[in-house]
């Protein structure tokens, strides 16, 4: 069975750091591109970023809002995606869920399997 | 902040048919495919039309989708209670270099 699972997430001061971990399982990770989207409490969806397979390069792309703060990686070994979260703002309280993602050419792409989420609350 | 506009709420009676709107720009929609999520009460969304009007495996032919020029559709035939849910569209950005999500359409079945 394809799956997600997030972890990682709990309460944290703002200006501290986090890391989120996304295991993977039921495919070959490394094909993959993975990516990130978070959704605030009573909120929409908001993306957050993604990171390219290493056949693609393992570049990484960031929305404007956590660019410069939220730094997105992966161990393709450990079947592991992260996502390392600093100088965190109250802004940033959200269920971050991992996402795998499909690309078939350019702006052709979705994201076809989810994690159930972890929940971050940054508050002092 | 949403890129996509879509209506905050439908609402419609058993085994009728919705259409939730999904309206954007020439450099998201109109450029880009046009994916649709469905988030059921206290879940993690759930692709449910990729590439404008296509259907995953698995998903009910209940569920369809369009697009048009800047803007994009997902149609709920024969609607059941169990299609309560938010909905959201999603479509690639060229000016901003990111996925942008709509505003979500929350659909009750009356």
């Known amino acids: 069975e394809v799956q997600l699972v997030e972890s990682g997430g709990g309460l944290v001061q703002p200006g501290r750091s986090l890391r989120l971990s996304c295991t993977a399982s039921?495919?070959?990770?490394?094909?993959?591109?993975m990516s990130w989207v978070r959704q605030a409490p009573g909120k929409g969806l908001e993306w957050v970023g993604f990171?390219?397979?290493?056949?693609?390069?393992?570049?990484?792309e960031y929305a404007a809002s956590v660019k410069g703060r939220f730094t997105i990686s992966r161990d393709d070994s450990k079947s592991i995606a992260y996502l390392q979260m600093n100088s965190l703002k109250t802004e940033d309280t959200a269920v971050y869920y991992c996402?795998?993602?499909?690309?078939?050419?350019?702006?052709?792409?979705?994201?076809?399997?989810w994690g159930k989420g972890t929940t971050v609350t940054v508050s002092s | 902040q949403s890129v996509l506009t879509q209506p905050p709420s439908v609402s419609e009676a058993p085994r009728q048919r919705v259409t939730i709107s999904c309206s954007g720009s020439?450099?998201?929609?109109?450029?880009?495919?046009v994916n649709w999520y469905q988030q059921l009460p206290g879940k993690a969304p759930k692709l449910l039309i990729y590439?404008?009007?296509l259907l995953p495996s698995g998903v009910s032919d209940r569920f369809s989708g369009s697009k048009s020029g800047t803007s994009a559709s997902l149609a709920i035939s024969g609607l059941q209670s169990e299609d309560e849910a938010d909905y959201y569209c999603?479509?690639?950005?060229?000016?901003?270099?990111?996925?942008?999500f709509g505003t979500g359409t929350k659909v009750t079945v009356l």
């Open positions: 590439y404008d009007d």
């Open positions: 039921g495919f070959t990770f490394g094909d993959y591109a």
């Open positions: 020439s450099s998201n929609i109109g450029n880009n495919a």
């Open positions: 996402t795998r993602r499909k690309a078939a050419g350019k702006g052709y792409y979705y994201m076809d399997v």
């Open positions: 990171i390219r397979s290493k056949a693609y390069g393992g570049t990484t």
């Open positions: 999603a479509a690639w950005d060229d000016s901003l270099n990111g996925l942008v």
